[in-house]
């Protein structure tokens, strides 16, 4: 339709992108092979198959073990550089890339082979496709704030070339207060914050990212919805929110994609963005993610030019650049 083209166009930022969620089956069995890892799925069919969650912690726990085929700085290079083609292909002219060191080094891969893969396929990308980016470090909130720290003190020579850090993983029962010493930590080194919040877990969770983590930008948000005033502070200070509609859908954060709630979080004057998550698992990159929303028939062309123009306006770019692209 020409509403999908003109959406498909409208040249974006991408804000919420796992790395190693936009691991592609092809791509898991060419690395496996290339550096002689078995896999415990026949084919890709089986594998893409086995890709079908009732909750976040179904698709965590394949994820992680997805990722062990990423083994050296050429792995890493090539998984992102993977990624900038796909998302160029979506009009994407900036992403900023969340990666998760603590899956990788607690499997012995040194972080300088992670952090120096990843920054070479960005670097390409930005060369190549026209794409800029940025990297954000996420810190794993199943595990305890002490290997926060660690991940923290192993990224530091390379702070001048992470922008921010977040939190992911298994949302329930590890709220934002368990990281907080080591939030303001990296506040302290300079660096930005960003935290998923309100996925699974609940709107208190959402103000604890707020008031103990000094976020930047909210991942997800959605349960945010449930509580009026945290609604209203989160549109009043202008609060970016990187929604995932796929991934919502997938992870049975919402029940329907025509009942998704992003036409009501930009009613209610929230700074919405739509974003992919994890695109390898979720069945789509960032105009599949747009593109899912047209059928409720709620949002207009006008409205989907406020949602990528918001991704810019979200984005940890600076103003002279956010002017640019707006
Ligand atoms: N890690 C990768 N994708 C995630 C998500 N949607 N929520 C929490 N942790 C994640
Ligand atoms: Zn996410």
Not at 220 to 225: D, K, P, W
Request: glycine share 6%.
């Amino acid at each position: 339709t020409d509403l999908a083209h003109f959406v498909s166009g409208l040249p974006k930022a991408e804000l919420h992108l796992h790395i190693e969620g936009s691991l592609e089956p092809e791509q898991m069995f060419e690395l496996a092979r290339r550096n002689r890892i078995a896999i415990p799925f026949a084919s890709v069919e089986e594998l893409r198959g086995a890709y079908s969650f009732s909750r976040l912690q179904d698709f965590l726990d394949i994820y992680y073990q997805g990722a062990d085929v990423l083994r050296t700085e050429e792995d890493f290079r090539d998984l992102a550089l993977a990624y900038f083609r796909r998302a160029a292909a979506d009009s994407v002219v900036h992403a900023e890339i969340f990666f998760d060191p603590q899956t990788h080094t607690d499997r012995g891969i040194p972080f300088q082979v992670v952090a120096d893969g990843l920054l070479a396929g960005m670097q390409e990308a930005e060369r190549d496709l026209d794409v800029t980016s940025r990297l954000i470090l996420c810190f794993l909130r199943h595990l305890d704030e002490d290997a926060a720290f660690e991940t923290l003190a192993a990224a530091e020579p390379w702070l001048d070339r992470i922008a921010a850090v977040g939190l992911d993983s298994s949302e329930v029962g590890h709220p934002p207060s368990k990281f907080r010493r080591v939030f303001d930590r990296a506040g302290e080194m300079g660096l930005l914050r960003v935290a998923h919040a309100g996925e699974e877990g609940p709107p208190a969770y959402v103000h604890e990212a707020l008031d103990l983590l000094h976020i930047d930008r909210l991942d997800h948000g959605n349960r945010a919805l449930e509580d009026r005033a945290l609604t209203t502070r989160l549109a009043r200070s202008g609060m970016t929110l990187t929604v995932c509609p796929l991934s919502n859908l997938k992870l049975c954060v919402v029940e329907d994609i025509d009942a998704h709630p992003i036409e009501r979080m930009l009613r209610l004057g929230l700074r919405a963005t739509v974003n992919s998550d994890d695109p390898a698992y979720f069945g789509g990159y960032v105009n599949d993610n747009y593109r899912a929303l047209i059928p409720a028939g709620r949002l207009d062309a006008h409205d989907f030019a406020t949602l990528a123009r918001n991704s810019f306006l979200g984005s940890f770019l600076d103003d002279v650049a956010v002017t640019r692209h707006i």
